[in-house]
């Protein structure tokens, strides 16, 4: 996956585009089903494992040439599970309302697949600005394709687009309403967007359509 | 020995060094944290209490359940909130029940934690689209008897409808509302 010749500004790009951990490689799936169902939730999810991707590349990174091959692996659990109870304890005490509803998913983020692959196959081998290149175009590309379900599911399913917190100007009381209120209010709303079964046809949609894009992209192969 | 020490050196360094991170972490932001559940204590506690005053609630404990008794802004008893929690659908449900001051009458319920399936059992927090139905089913009712479920349109003084498609969190919620006026309602006179 990591192009050895390419420069830190692709393995950047790549992380986001061609090589989306959701959309493209099919990782992290657990967190994209479970908590996508608002946009706060997305964003929250996505920066926390942003945070963790980048502080467990960094560390591998700059240990790698110290690291017995035989015990990375368990290196490797061992940064991510610190760097995830860390952010565990900075949602709880910054945005503890979204932090309450993530609830068990934020410490599954050690077992995201995602942060692994990347000490795996890119930080134990590459220095420290292509590692942090790789985290970052991961992360965000994590976040990007989180949000793109929360986006949708979230209006489909409750009308509203959600924050983190408070926006002054835009959403002062932390969300925003962009069906009419009557949405809701009626039953307008398709309850089953922010149901589990919603993730999977949400998800399976997004990813039929990037693909598609991929293929008029390559010329129709 | 040596061999070990050489293999494990970096493990046992990193372990150390994380250990001491993660300390730092919880010592910084514990404060902060802690602030932030008694904030969300305390905004549930002034939701279901109606004529709390300024002055913080006193707290004591019944039978390993926290209950703060209330004041309203002239020193009168404004009425009780009492904590209680059970082993929810998916985990723990905690909530705070408001009563007035004599006891016998549910001035509200709020639940603090949950985790509850979204869009079904996490309608016993907030529902905006049935304007929070199910908790608001329990404000200004009797504390005399234990309620019980039902399906369908409530028939009986003490009938509780369930949250359609989240009948089990609905079932949770009601028994940690009967176990604080089974239990802990008949010893609050001790506290006056």
């Known amino acids: ?221 | 020995m040596k061999k070990f020490i050489d293999e494990s050196w970096l493990v046992l360094l990193m372990g150390i060094g994380f250990a001491c991170l993660l300390a730092g972490a919880q010592t910084g932001l514990n404060d902060r944290i802690q602030d932030n559940k008694k904030a969300a204590l305390n905004q549930g506690i002034a939701e279901v209490v109606p004529d709390l005053g300024s002055e913080a609630p006193t707290m004591f404990e019944i039978d390993g359940n926290n209950v703060y008794k209330c004041l309203d802004n002239n020193g009168q008893l404004a009425g009780w909130a009492i904590v209680g929690s059970t082993g929810g659908f998916v985990d723990t449900i905690e909530l705070v029940a408001g009563l007035s001051p004599d006891g016998n009458t549910i001035t509200g319920i709020k639940v603090l934690v949950q985790n509850e399936t979204p869009g079904l059992g996490d309608k016993i927090t907030t529902d905006p689209a049935e304007k929070n139905f199910y908790p608001r089913q329990y404000t200004g009712r009797s504390t005399n008897g234990p309620f019980s479920l039902t399906k369908q349109d409530p028939q009986n003084p003490n009938d509780i409808q369930a949250i359609t498609g989240a009948t089990y969190s609905s079932q949770y919620v009601m028994d940690i509302v009967n176990d604080i006026i089974m239990r802990i309602k008949p010893q609050l006179d001790q506290h006056r």
């Open chain 1, 1 to 221: 996956m990591a192009d050895e010749n390419g420069s830190n500004l692709k393995q950047f790009t790549d992380g986001i585009v061609n090589n989306n951990p959701v959309l493209v490689q099919l990782l992290g799936m657990c967190p994209m089903l479970a908590i996508t169902n608002s946009v706060a939730n997305a964003l929250v999810m996505g920066a926390a494992a942003t945070f963790v991707v980048v502080m467990s590349n960094t560390i591998t990174s700059l240990l790698r040439n110290l690291i017995k091959p035989h015990v990375r692996i368990l290196i490797f659990t061992l940064t991510i599970a610190t760097f995830v109870t860390i952010a565990d304890f900075l949602l709880k005490a910054f945005v503890y309302d979204v932090a309450m509803k993530l609830g068990p998913f934020i410490p599954l983020i050690i077992v995201n697949c995602m942060i692994i692959c990347r000490a795996e196959v890119v930080a134990i081998r590459n220095g420290l600005a292509r590692s942090l290149a790789d985290a970052f175009g991961i992360g965000i590309g994590f976040t990007f394709a989180l949000l793109i379900l929360g986006v949708i599911r979230e209006l489909l399913g409750a009308g509203t687009w959600t924050f983190p917190f408070p926006i002054p100007g835009i959403a002062p009381e932390g969300f925003i309403q962009i069906m009419p209120s009557s949405f809701a209010d009626n039953g307008h709303n398709w309850v089953i967007m922010v149901l589990p079964p919603g993730a999977f046809l949400t998800l399976g949609v997004v990813i039929g359509v990037v693909n598609w894009i991929r293929s008029k992209s390559e010329g129709g192969a």
